[in-house]
């Protein structure tokens, strides 16, 4: 296995780590899939998009307030990116967060969202100590619901018209989980560096 620098939580078969220029590629490759922006805020990805992108996050730092940030997913055995998971610290109330995610299309169905979100999680309660952690899935995909609930995330709410995709309002899901249903289901927190 590589060894990475800024590595923020692990699982079994996953390293949750900064951005590093060498994942431009394979961070490109699977926002510019339009199978996996169809729900997202951005089209038309292009290579300069992705190292832009990734050149901000390298001189970027977790737990900004008002800001996110996007924290690669990477296989323990080769360190090869297979997506992203990021963190919206939220600039009036820096206790609660919000979640995104994506996979690359090859690694979609093996259950890596459900483990990279798991130790995500306990990195949140832990190492950060937020008090909520929040999600809001367009209704229409299907996908990101089925991650969020077997994750054991509450709906608080169906929104809508709550956001603008592609020129239309669309529909979208609250999910939360707080700390303390965290703590209830999963006890012990594995706390690593923030
Ligand atoms: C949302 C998204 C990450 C879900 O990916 P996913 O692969 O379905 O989610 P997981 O990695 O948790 O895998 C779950 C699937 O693997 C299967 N699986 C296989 N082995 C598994 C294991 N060891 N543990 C858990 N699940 C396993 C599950 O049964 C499930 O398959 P199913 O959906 O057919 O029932 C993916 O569709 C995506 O990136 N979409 C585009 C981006 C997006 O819309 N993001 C959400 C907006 S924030």
Redesign the pocket.
Same mark, same amino acid.
């Given at each position: 296995m590589k060894k990475s620098n800024e590595v923020y939580c692990v699982s079994d078969r996953l390293v949750i780590r900064k951005f590093d220029l060498q994942d431009v590629h394979a961070f490109y490759q699977y926002r510019a899939n339009p199978?996996?922006s169809? +729900? !997202?805020s951005w089209e038309n990805y292009t290579l300069q998009d992705a190292e832009a992108f990734i050149r901000k996050q390298i001189v970027h730092s977790p737990n900004q307030h008002g800001t996110w940030f996007q924290y690669a997913i990477a296989l323990t055995e080769s360190d090869q990116v297979i997506?992203d998971c990021a963190i919206h610290t939220r600039a009036d109330e820096p206790q609660i967060v919000e979640l995104?995610?994506?996979?690359a299309p090859e +690694? !979609?169905?093996?259950?890596?969202?459900?483990?990279a979100i798991c130790a995500l999680m306990d990195y949140v309660f832990g190492a950060l100590n937020k008090h909520k952690l929040i999600?809001f899935?367009?209704v229409r995909?299907t996908?990101?619901i089925?991650?969020l609930e077997?994750l054991g995330m509450r709906r608080e709410g169906h929104l809508l018209e709550n956001y603008k995709s592609k020129g239309i309002w669309i529909d979208e899901y609250q999910y939360a989980m707080l700390r303390s249903e965290w703590l209830n289901k999963h006890g012990v927190i594995h706390a690593m560096n923030n």
């Open positions: 199978d996996v169809r +729900f !997202q997506g995104g995610f994506t996979l +690694f !979609q169905g093996k259950g890596y969202m459900n483990e999600a899935a367009d995909n996908k990101s089925q991650v077997r």
